[in-house]
């Protein structure tokens, strides 16, 4: 088939729709709008092979506003029917939003199933730890004592940290990013898109109206070089503003802790080099919280295995190639007999 | 059971029904289903019942651990699994505990002498064993020690005691295929196939099935075991037969309509009885184009099945009752997005868990308006093994025309019951070829066909047609989200006028059997066909007005059918439910029918409704 290449380059304003916004004014998904819109042009994507896929909540409106196809389905099941649309036809690249609620509450069991299975997309789960469209009731992600409209006198269960569900559940590719950090999230979000399986990436998004400043202890700009760490594989884990704080292996507690180089005979020898490919550290990573940590973002985790699409394409690939579909032939094996 | 004797020493019947009960491990569905294909080679009519308990291994010898198989067969048309066995073969005492009151009186009795020990009567609540005293005088009682002659005819292939008892269906049905007449060589290979790895397995059970029947030859001139000939129902059109269940028939149903409309198919679906057996067959079929998708519960099921019909190939999702109760908020998903989907929904007897194994139509509310919101969808119900087949092709069909789902209704009895079919040919069946939408030209999502009203199908991949939909509502003119109260008017009409316009292109209602107009109808639809079709069959021989009126298409309904249900003075509705069709039909024509219910998890017996028909046409037995 010969096809017209389109030599224009697309940009990040080629993936607006025409449809009018409608998230709160100040909402950290205007920004994850933007960074996906950024990356999609980075990435050079073809808006007619691109597909969207959402559940319910504020997050999964993102759909309207990409100009790619997209996708807005019913609460928790955007990863079965993203597996669906990667089934019918594997060479579409389909973006899954979702959000603590949608994802990890009412379809929490399709996200441990589409992490579980390896299915080639890449899943952004909008974390703010709060139930915004429907008004602010806490979430599984919510700090324990979350005072919200169900929980007046505070939430008592413990909450889940997604990246760690998600390294559990057996992904290949664990990243975190934050909504405002427009730098750092595209470039996230193309490795994300490179990886073959399941990318689950966490966006820490604040949810302006319900729970501002979730998140503030570590996303404010002028702290950010001290509490957060964006880890890059092959490289020592150093943070801060000096570029002297950094996490050490800790072989006699079997724990990460903060070290400071120059100090106590700390070298950069002895801080942790990142691998992306340690399961066992990445589990150790997304566990850190601020202030006692930094906040681990970036790539934390990337192994690549066989995606669950490809091997369920390869099977009816090798039936077509040997074995003639033949439907008379089907119908009339084993015993028949004849009537005169 | 109408006897002749010929002067081959066989007595000879028009139709037999044959009930094999044993524990659930004795190997009753196996020996069932091999005795039905040698009689269907044989050129009779049958129909099978395969009536087994939810559990795999129920502990050994208790009643709830009987496992059944019925097979009626004629030289006439049969048309259901038989109202009484004529013969009954039991392998414990609980078989025959349990199935004695269906047997008809006067009928053969097998049973394994051997079974009757003090244990395996304790379990089935025997106090005294029924074999020696005179509780079986209504019948022809056989006492086999079934399980020593097994075990002597097997003991040249040296093995175990336990394997070497298993063989003792295999010395039963070869005792019944002498009492038949029929050939042992069908079996003989099947089993030389079934075991070509283990071959002592192989012969053993050969020599069981060659002992059986040589029992039969030698015992026959001491005994009172007889010998009966059922012929060839000859009404039969040529061509080439075989037999098929439901489940298998609505499979391929399923595959020939996506090959007939050049669609692939994607099975999403979780195991779940009777209906598994559609993803077992469908799973085989990779060379067809056929992904399926066992998805991690009957929610990813459909939804899996729904990015399918996103993507542009037809999803299928198939379940029974309550799966289907699961996939409802994503059946409204598909509705409002208005894509194509075929839904299965194999019944089986709720509400909740109810009876896993056996069968109902009590799902007919669920599948006509188990939603929430205005959420009308097509229904097609199938009302034989074979059936199902052509219904399978139908669902596909109207789905992707009209963009709609299509709920499929089969139940258990049907999906697991066994009747012979005319296969056909595929190269002579029409095609629908299916086309998706590739003009940019003044498009968007919600296009309309003039005609059908269904929707543009533009699938991902196709530039110049980038959309979004949901399942929030859609403007009329441009497919984009709206909040418009008179927009959410208009569109609920035309969802409702699209599903309201099928009735034009499905086939106007017949009369199945009998005249249109009369003093009376018996209407039905699905799995009970079969015992209504006899019951009004012989009805009519015995002069009474009635009719038979079945239902396959359960939404909409055919345009004529109030017609032809105002052309009698009295209806009956036939179901095995509390009255779904009954209220359905009330509800749509103010039709005052007398209902005939049945929820017993067992189908009609032909005498059932008879006795109604009876009782209405106002006739004493």
């Known amino acids: 088939m010969n096809e017209q290449t389109d030599v224009k380059k697309l940009t990040f304003k080629d993936f607006e729709t025409d449809q009018e916004v409608r998230w709160c004014p100040g909402c950290g998904d205007y920004a994850i709008l933007k960074a996906v819109q950024m990356t999609l042009a980075n990435i050079g994507a073809t808006p007619e092979n691109t597909v969207f896929v ?6 999964s409106r993102f759909p309207y506003y990409v100009e790619t196809y997209g996708f807005h389905t019913i609460h928790g099941r955007a990863p079965a029917i993203a597996t669906g649309v990667k089934l019918a036809n594997p060479e579409l690249d389909v973006w899954l939003v979702t959000g603590d609620g949608d994802g990890l509450s009412i379809g929490g069991n399709h996200m441990l199933h589409v992490l579980r299975r390896n299915v080639n997309m890449q899943i952004m789960l909008f974390n703010n730890e709060i139930y915004g469209l429907t008004k602010g009731q806490y979430s599984p992600t919510s700090k324990q004592g979350t005072k919200s409209p169900s929980t007046p006198f505070g939430s008592v269960d413990l909450p889940l940290t997604p990246c760690s569900f998600a ?34 990436i966490e966006i820490l998004q604040n949810c302006i109206v319900f729970n501002d400043k979730t998140f503030e202890h570590f996303t404010l700009k002028k702290e950010a070089a001290n509490t957060q760490i964006h880890v890059e594989h092959g490289q020592p884990m150093i943070y801060g503003k000096e570029k002297n704080r950094g996490l050490h292996f800790n072989k006699d507690k079997f724990a990460l802790e903060t070290v400071t180089i120059g100090e106590d005979g700390i070298t950069e020898d002895d801080i942790l080099v990142h691998d992306e490919t340690n399961k066992l550290m990445a589990q150790m990573l997304v566990e850190l919280t601020a202030p006692e940590f930094p906040v681990v973002c970036g790539v934390i985790y990337c192994d690549p295995k066989e995606s669950y699409d490809d091997a369920v394409h390869k099977q009816v690939e090798v039936a077509k190639a040997n074995k003639k579909a033949d439907f008379n032939a089907l119908i009339r094996q084993g015993r028949t007999w004849t009537v005169e | 059971m109408n006897v002749q004797t010929t002067a081959q020493n066989f007595d000879e019947l028009d139709s037999v029904c044959v009930r094999f009960a044993g524990d659930s491990g004795d190997g009753m569905q196996l020996t069932g289903d091999q005795f039905s294909v040698v009689t269907a080679l044989e050129g009779s ?42 013969v009954l073969v039991a392998m414990n005492p609980a078989a025959l505990k349990v199935s004695l009151e269906g047997l008809r009186k006067g009928g053969v009795i097998v049973v394994d002498e051997g079974a009757f020990n003090k244990r395996n009567l304790d379990k089935a609540g025997y106090e005294e064993n029924p074999l020696e ?7 022809q009682v056989q006492k086999l020690d079934i399980t020593k002659m097994t075990l002597e005819s097997v003991k040249e292939f040296g093995l175990g005691k336990k394997d070497a008892i298993r063989s003792k269906n295999m010395w039963t049905l070869g005792l019944i295929l002498w009492m038949f007449g029929r050939q042992r060589k069908p079996i003989t290979d099947w089993l030389e196939q079934k075991f070509k790895k283990i071959p002592d397995v192989a012969n053993a059970n050969i020599a069981a099935v060659n002992a059986g029947h040589a029992y039969g030859e030698t015992a026959e001139v001491s005994s009172n075991l007889r010998r009966y000939h059922v012929g060839r129902h000859t009404t039969e059109e040529a061509g080439e037969y075989r037999t098929v269940n439901g489940n298998q028939a609505l499979a391929w149903g399923l595959v020939a309509g996506s090959q007939l409309g050049d669609i692939p198919l994607m099975l999403g679906t979780y195991p779940i009885t009777p209906a598994s057996a559609l993803l077992h067959t469908l799973s085989e079929l990779k060379e067809y184009g056929v992904v399926t998708f066992q998805a991690e519960d009957e929610i990813a099921a459909v939804c899996g099945a729904i990015g399918a019909s996103f993507a542009g190939q037809l999803g299928v999702t198939s379940s029974s009752g309550p799966g289907i109760a699961l996939k409802t908020e994503a059946i409204g998903l598909a509705i409002s997005a208005e894509l194509p989907l075929v839904i299965v929904d194999v019944q089986r007897a ?27 969808i097509v229904v097609l119900s199938a009302s034989n093994p074979h059936d199902c087949f052509d219904v399978g092709i139908e669902a596909v069909r109207l789905a992707t025309k009209y963009m709609t789902p299509v709920m499929v209704l089969s139940d258990g009895y049907i999906g697991n019951a066994s009747e012979p079919w005319k296969i056909p040919d595929i190269t002579k069946m029409e095609k629908f070829t299916v086309k998706h939408h590739t003009d940019p030209e003044g498009f968007h999502p919600f296009l309309r066909d003039p005609e059908t009203l269904a929707r543009v199908w533009a699938k991902p991949g196709t530039p110049g047609l980038l959309h979004r939909v949901g399942g929030i509502e859609k403007d009329y003119d441009s497919g984009h989200i709206s909040y418009d109260a008179a927009n959410h008017q208009k569109m609920s009409d035309v969802r409702a006028a699209k599903i309201d316009g099928i009735a034009n292109d499905i086939p106007l209602q017949s009369v199945s059997l009998g005249d249109q107009g009369g003093k009376l109808a018996v209407v039905g639809w699905g799995s009970t066909r079969g015992a209504i079709h006899q019951a009004v069959k012989r009805a009519r021989a015995e002069d009474i007005d009635v009719s038979h009126v079945h239902i396959d298409n359960i939404w909409p309904l055919p345009r004529n059918l109030e017609e032809v249900l105002n052309s009698y003075d009295n209806v009956i509705v036939a179901e095995m439910n509390k009255g779904q069709m009954n209220n359905l039909l009330r509800a749509q024509y103010l039709l005052d029918a007398h209902l005939l ?23 004493s037995k």
């Open chain 1, 54 to 59: 959402s559940g319910i909540g504020c997050s």
């Open chain 2, 597 to 619: 219910s049945k929820v017993s998890g067992q189908p009609f017996k032909i005498t059932e409704i008879l006795d109604c028909i009876r009782e209405q046409a106002g006739v």
């Open chain 1, 167 to 200: 390294i559990g559940a057996g992904a290949r590719f664990v990243a975190r990013g934050i909504d405002t950090a427009l730098k750092a999230l595209p470039g996230t979000l193309a490795r994300a898109k490179e990886h073959n399986g399941a990318s689950f």
């Open chain 2, 45 to 86: 009519d049958l129909s099978t019942f395969p009536d087994f308990p939810a559990e795999i291994r129920a502990p050994v010898g208790t009643t709830f651990g009987v496992s059944a198989f019925q097979i009626n067969f004629g030289s006439v048309e049969v048309s259901t699994a038989g109202d009484e066995p004529d």
């Open chain 2, 350 to 376: 709720g509400p909740s868990t109810g009876l896993p194994t056996k069968t109902e139509q009590s799902d007919l509310y669920q599948a006509v308006w188990g939603r929430n919101g205005d959420a009308p």
């Open chain 2, 133 to 139: 005293n005179d509780s079986l005088s209504d019948y």
